[in-house]
């Protein structure tokens, strides 16, 4: 089956028009938030918890323009599933009309059980539909912004790697403004690494000669 071609969302408002707000005025997202404070428990790597994420994730998506109501409730609660065991989907499908395009539009971007990163996005990049790209590029903007606060030199290569190589491509198919800012938020944490002394010891532990026993 052929790929779907999306067309690539270029604009970014400098802030939100009369059209706009009243569009957002009358999305009832209230429900959705309730049920993201479920996350407010767990913890995340670069600090806060996972409930700041999902709401993190929703302000990057108005910030680039996006006012959809499946869209923005999506992103309230687009790690539920991954990361609240024995989640009952139905509180998500019975929330209200929407439910049932959110519930489905939240599995695109969740990972399954035992399925590795990379087969999850790639998934995402031969098969997503435009919203979910949209949303997992927001949700990355936001992961790669607590980036800055990790200090495991390690887990940032590993992340930023990820993010260009499976990421980029995403963002480039969808928002050329989120492509642009993923690629500065990669080219600052690989900085990071560089001024750090990482890099150079990387580099000096991989040129070290073999000592034969």
Not at 23 to 36: G, K, N, T, V, W
Not at 71 to 88: Q, R, T, W, Y
Not at 158 to 170: A, N, Q, S
Not at 183 to 189: A, D, M, S
């Given at each position: 089956?052929?790929?779907?071609?999306?067309?690539?969302?270029?604009?970014?408002?400098?802030?939100?028009?009369?059209?706009?707000?009243?569009?957002?005025?009358?999305?009832?997202?209230?429900?959705?938030?309730?049920?993201?404070?479920?996350?407010?428990?767990?913890?995340?790597?670069?600090?806060?918890?996972?409930?700041?994420?999902?709401?993190d994730?929703?302000?990057?998506?108005?910030?680039?323009?996006?006012?959809?109501?499946?869209l923005?409730?999506?992103?309230?609660?687009?790690?539920?599933?991954?990361?609240?065991?024995?989640?009952?989907?139905?509180?998500?499908?019975?929330?209200?009309?929407?439910?049932?395009?959110?519930?489905?539009?939240?599995?695109?971007?969740?990972?399954?059980?035992?399925?590795?990163k990379?087969?999850?996005?790639?998934?995402?990049?031969?098969?997503?539909?435009?919203?979910?790209?949209?949303?997992?590029?927001?949700?990355?903007?936001?992961?790669?912004?607590?980036?800055?606060?990790?200090?495991?030199?390690?887990?940032?290569?590993?992340?930023?790697?990820?993010?260009?190589?499976?990421?980029?491509?995403?963002?480039?198919?969808?928002?050329?403004?989120?492509?642009?800012?993923?690629?500065?938020?990669?080219?600052?944490?690989?900085?990071?690494?560089?001024?750090?002394?990482?890099?150079?010891?990387?580099?000096?532990?991989?040129?070290?000669?073999?000592?034969?026993?």
């Amino acid at each position: 089956m052929a790929r779907v071609k999306y067309d690539m969302h270029v604009d970014k408002p400098t802030q939100m028009d009369n059209k706009s707000m009243l569009q957002l005025s009358s999305i009832f997202l209230a429900p959705y938030m309730q049920l993201a404070t479920a996350l407010i428990g767990k913890a995340r790597y670069a600090g806060g918890n996972m409930f700041r994420h999902q709401l993190d994730t929703m302000s990057i998506l108005i910030d680039y323009g996006y006012i959809d109501s499946i869209l923005l409730k999506a992103s309230c609660i687009h790690d539920v599933i991954e990361d609240i065991p024995g989640f009952n989907h139905n509180l998500i499908i019975n929330i209200d009309e929407d439910g049932p395009d959110v519930y489905q539009l939240v599995l695109e971007v969740t990972k399954k059980q035992g399925q590795k990163k990379s087969d999850y996005l790639r998934h995402i990049i031969t098969s997503g539909s435009q919203k979910a790209k949209v949303l997992k590029c927001a949700d990355r903007i936001s992961n790669m912004i607590s980036l800055g606060f990790v200090t495991d030199p390690e887990f940032i290569e590993r992340y930023c790697d990820e993010t260009e190589y499976f990421v980029l491509p995403i963002a480039l198919e969808v928002d050329f403004n989120m492509y642009r800012e993923l690629i500065e938020l990669i080219i600052t944490r690989r900085k990071y690494l560089e001024d750090s002394g990482y890099i150079d010891r990387n580099k000096s532990e991989t040129t070290k000669p073999k000592i034969l026993k």
